[in-house]
């Protein structure tokens, strides 16, 4: 009798722990139950860069994640910029992943206000320094100062291979948009180191975007004497003028690029017949850890990925691609197995998941994407 | 662009052609418009958002998303209502908050960054009211290059900044009152202005047709200048309101005001090409319709492209339903 | 014969003086300022380019904006046309001419798509632009996942913005605009719409149907400028908020250099006389290395200057021909005491 209640007991605890825990996943085995709603805010919705962020988290909240995005048009404002964050909390919104930010701590106050999680902006210190004890405000994962270190990165992969007559494409940096000031700086310092090494480099500019005052700039930029291009909003405007110009042989390509299902056969396309030279993409998996973040955050966990309280402000390289073989390792990473099984391990940063979940967790997974961990797999 | 929609003259076009019998639902419909496509927006996105367009969280984002260009389009409607067309309102905003912000940053004080403000907005406002009145130019696209023109001083005036932060102003917590206050305020005045001076009147005769109310002693010249210096005050108190709510200002600050105030007043019901049918109202309910429209379909999680689509969409429907109230022989240019 | 000759000489110079006037400017201006290159070599290829370009733009702007109808859907017809007629254009396996060809097509339905909604609506042509350069900003933006076309894989497509095709192609469509406006039934029509609405009306022209035509020329010109632009960069991308308001800002200047011209040659030719002396302007600041926001300042600056001298040059003239009438009554006046 007593061995037979026992056993129902036990039978009715494990029943009852499995219901419990199959409580916590939907029913098609997407975490958690209840879908989150994250808001995505960018500067342009037809970004290459943005557009691969966009379809990655829209994988994840397909086979991983319940949650819900939303995305938002194109915003140029500050007050643009605070509108969207009330719109989604009026949503319901948990969190927000600023992709972009000009309003600065604004942005970050405003959603701390509405209760939801920032995601985002942590390489600006200030705002950081400002914000990161603030419950609400989770840090990002930062790419050092990703638009300078990009730019110098592609710069001095040109420079190595001994180019030094330039022209660089400024996009928005005449317009004070900050993203390509950034590129800007970063194109310069690594100029200015070579000519205090004593290297003559010219360097001519173009500005702004595609237009009529563009194709003059750009048209007088390549009839001149030169022999590499360094594009600060993608390559793609660059590669057919330099063909028609006739000067495929003599000029290479180096820019920030996005990395996806439309452009990987341009790319290596491009290298194979030598006209890159250097890519700086963005990992568009720190992202997926900024899911995975917020959804940690909703259930009352922010702090269990938090060094000493403070948000989190983990660095990581962005991918400076300076030949084929990498190219290849990087898109059989994003596009393959890779990425799906990466993104299965984000679940690793939800306490609710795996209760181990902690800050190691994160650092680990930060190194996952790095470009020394992808060159090395198999 | 002339438009003969307005012209009070019993049983016949200027032309001479007998003018077309309104039917009185027709007119109705068309008079109604507006409201009914605010009610049924309204009503759409509550049942689509399940009431959470409408909630207290968003009811106060409501009134900051619309506030901007209910303020501007209050003050384009003396403008659009004289007959003449300003598309630079954009580039008016951006160098007026700017040059406001520089103000502030370097004095430190809120005075003085209204007073900035305001005497910037007028000087344009001046600039562009005396080019109305006293040169003859094809206005409209006069000021969209004027509009390129102020921004390009904007960017220039922005120098080697990206974001101009004030940090002496304080943040403020619940920019509510400070937003119903000027709301209320310039829609009250605009209303008195508009409707019950001379002022407004005389905008309204002569964007109906600008040679009887020049032989009947109205000083067009007059009017229009005024007209510009009143939605010039409204720019600038557009531009304060967006300064104290961000605390910023760049080169793109109030970028799509320019477009978003023409929409506004279409959707409101107000005559573009101006006239006694002109109305104060057009600007709020406009600023609203389209305020309700953008949240709606934001909370739904539309994507960018969808909720152009739609937009554009509505937009049609909204103004078609609205015109069935004034239909002309001849297409209206 | 003699004087049909000098006519057509006093014609010629008149047309051609301002856009030598502005490049012969510029010629001088960078070259003082030691900055060499400025209208030889790949830099007049670049100003007849930007000429051909920008003067299509300005043409179809032209069609509507000289009858009083502002249409703000340019950009957005542009895109839309070179996106659908390229994806056409590589799910069939076409050729350049074919794809040109499917872009035309293509933007003249869009055109006339939007001048359908003009027409059926009855709304000011503003209103209905806007409405619709959102929708075809919307719909360029939903294919292709918002990535818009690119050519650039396909090196024999992107022809049309290098010689001889350019020229022919600009050549080709001047000569039938001429031809079109001047000795056509459709060009009477569309001159006496322009003249006067109301008369042009009552004396039986069929409004609508002319403009619908003039919505569908202006939307094949605008793909047809959306093809140079893809052959000068290979790839086309979609835009929002209406951001494609800012392809027609280039636009005005040849416009209203046409009419100017106009009084010399033909409209049409004027347009594309003024669209040169735009791009030596462009051409000239870019050899200059000036910054954007002082370009933008510049050129802004001279179109005021320029719309303020056309819509006032009548009073010069008004002015001198009153003054010739005052000389010579006071001239028989005085024969007469």
């Known amino acids: 009798m007593k061995k037979a209640a026992c056993a129902i007991a036990l039978i009715a605890t494990v029943a009852g722990m499995s219901a419990f825990g199959q409580a916590k996943y939907a029913a098609d085995g997407r975490y958690p139950a209840k879908t989150i709603k994250i808001g995505v805010e960018t500067f342009d919705p037809s970004d290459g860069g943005y557009m691969g962020v966009q379809s990655y988290l829209k994988s994840l909240s397909k086979g991983i994640f319940n949650v819900e995005f939303i995305f938002s048009e194109r915003i140029d404002s500050a007050e643009q910029e605070l509108q969207f964050i009330e719109n989604c909390a009026a949503a319901g919104a948990k969190g927000i992943i600023a992709y972009y930010n000009v309003s600065k701590g604004q942005a970050v106050a405003k959603a701390a206000e509405l209760k939801m999680f920032y995601w985002g902006t942590a390489e600006e210190k200030d705002i950081y320094d400002q914000y990161k004890a603030n419950p609400y405000f989770l840090g990002s994962v930062i790419l050092g100062n990703g638009d300078h270190d990009g730019m110098y990165g592609v710069t001095k992969a040109l420079l190595a291979e001994g180019k030094t007559k330039f022209v660089y494409a400024n996009g928005g940096a005449d317009f004070g948009i900050t993203m390509f000031v950034n590129r800007r700086l970063g194109f310069q310092d690594a100029i200015n180191e070579a000519k205090a090494k004593g290297a003559r480099i010219t360097a001519t500019e173009v500005p702004g975007f595609p237009n009529e005052a563009w194709f003059a700039a750009q048209g007088a930029a390549l009839a001149g004497d030169i022999d590499a291009v360094v594009s600060s909003f993608g390559p793609e405007v660059w590669i057919q003028p330099i063909t028609a110009a006739g000067k495929a042989r003599a000029v290479t390509i180096g820019s920030f690029g996005a990395i996806g299902p439309s452009t990987v056969d341009l790319f290596k396309g491009m290298y194979a017949s030598g006209l890159f030279s250097a890519i700086a993409t963005e990992p568009t998996e720190r992202f997926g850890i900024a899911v995975a973040m917020i959804v940690n955050a909703a259930e009352g966990n922010a702090a269990a990925l938090k060094k000493n309280g403070e948000a989190t402000r983990e660095a990581e390289s962005l991918w400076v691609i300076t030949n084929p073989q990498d190219l290849a390792k990087i898109v059989d990473f994003e596009l393959g197995a890779g990425r799906t099984a990466y993104s299965k391990d984000l679940t690793k940063l939800v306490k609710s998941i795996d209760p181990s979940a902690g800050n190691a967790t994160l650092l680990d997974l930060i190194k996952g994407f790095s470009l020394e961990t992808i060159r090395a797999k198999k | ?333 | 014969m003699g004087s049909r000759l000098g006519k057509f000489a006093r014609c010629l110079a008149g047309t051609l003086a301002l856009p030598a006037l502005a490049y012969c400017f510029f010629a001088v201006l960078c070259s003082a300022s030691g900055k060499a290159g400025f209208g030889v070599g790949s830099d007049l290829a670049i100003i007849w380019r930007n000429t051909v370009y920008s003067g299509l733009i300005s043409l179809a702007l032209s069609f509507n904006l000289t009858s009083g109808r502002f249409d703000f859907s340019v950009g957005s017809i542009l895109i839309l046309s070179v996106i659908l007629g390229v994806d056409a254009a590589l799910a069939l396996g076409l050729g350049p001419v074919p794809m040109l060809l499917a872009c035309l097509a293509t933007g003249a339905i869009l055109g006339g798509l939007s001048g359908l909604a003009y027409v059926l609506l009855r709304l000011p042509p503003i209103v209905v632009s806007i409405g619709v350069a959102m929708i075809y900003e919307a719909a360029a933006f939903l294919m292709n996942g918002g990535s818009g076309v690119s050519v650039i894989m396909h090196p024999d497509l992107p022809i049309f913005a290098r010689q001889p095709t350019i020229t022919i192609l600009a050549a080709a469509i001047v000569a039938l605009l001429v031809l079109l406006l001047n000795f056509t039934k459709f060009g009477y029509n569309t001159n006496s719409l322009r003249g006067g609405q109301a008369t042009a009306v009552n004396i039986g022209i069929d409004e609508k149907r002319n403009a619908l035509a003039c919505y569908a020329i202006a939307g094949l010109l605008l793909a047809a400028a959306g093809v140079i632009s893809l052959s000068i960069l290979g790839t086309m991308a979609p835009k929002l908020s209406l951001g494609s308001s800012s392809y027609m800002m280039n636009a005005f200047l040849p416009l209203f250099l046409g009419g100017f011209l106009a009084r010399y040659s033909d409209r049409n030719v004027g347009i594309i006389a003024g669209s040169f002396v735009q791009a030596c302007i462009i051409s000239g600041f870019a050899i200059l290395g000036l910054s954007v926001s002082l370009q933008s300042v510049l050129n802004t600056l001279i179109v005021l200057a320029f719309l303020l001298f056309t819509s006032n040059s009548y009073k010069l003239e008004e002015f001198r021909m009153m003054k010739a009438k005052r000389l010579a009554a006071i001239a028989a006046r005085e024969k007469t005491v």
């Open chain 2, 1 to 333: 662009m002339e438009d003969t929609l307005n012209h009070d003259e019993p049983g016949r076009t200027p032309d001479g052609a007998p003018k077309k019998r309104r039917r009185p639902s027709a007119a109705a419909l068309g008079e109604l418009a507006p409201l009914l496509g605010l009610l049924l927006i309204s009503t759409l996105f509550l049942v689509l958002t399940e009431g959470r367009i409408f909630g207290p969280i968003n009811l106060r984002s409501l009134t900051n998303q619309e506030l901007i260009t209910a303020l501007v389009a209050a003050g384009a409607v003396f403008v659009f209502g004289a007959g003449a067309f300003d598309m630079s309102m954009s580039g008016s905003l951006c160098l007026t908050a700017i040059i406001g912000a520089k103000v502030a940053m370097a004095t430190g004080s809120i005075a003085a960054m209204v007073v900035a403000c305001v005497a910037v907005s007028l000087l344009i406002g001046i600039v562009k009211g005396l080019l109305a009145a006293y040169v003859e130019v094809p206005f409209f696209i006069v000021t969209i290059v004027i509009g390129v023109f102020l921004g390009a001083l904007g960017l220039l005036a922005m120098g080697k900044e990206t974001v101009l932060t004030i940090s002496a102003l304080p943040r403020i917590r619940d920019m509510t009152p400070i937003n119903l206050g000027s709301l209320a305020s310039v829609f009250l005045g605009g209303l008195v202005l508009f409707n019950l001076t001379s002022l407004g009147k005389s905008c309204k005769l002569v964007g109906g047709n600008e040679r009887a109310a020049r032989q009947s002693g109205i000083d067009v010249r007059r009017t229009k200048l005024l007209a510009f210096l009143v939605s010039a005050l409204t720019v600038s108190i557009a531009a304060i309101v967006i300064l104290l709510r961000t605390k910023t200002a760049s080169a793109l600050t109030g970028g799509t005001v320019g477009t978003d105030i023409m929409v506004a007043l279409v959707l409101g019901g107000m005559p573009l090409s101006g006239g006694p049918r002109s109305r104060i109202g057009a600007a709020l309910v406009g600023a609203a319709t389209i305020t309700v429209l953008n949240s709606g379909l934001a909370i739904m999680g539309a994507g960018p492209g969808v909720i152009q689509g739609f937009r554009g969409i509505t937009f049609i429907a909204v103004v078609f339903v609205a015109s069935l109230s004034y239909r002309t022989r001849l297409l209206p240019r």
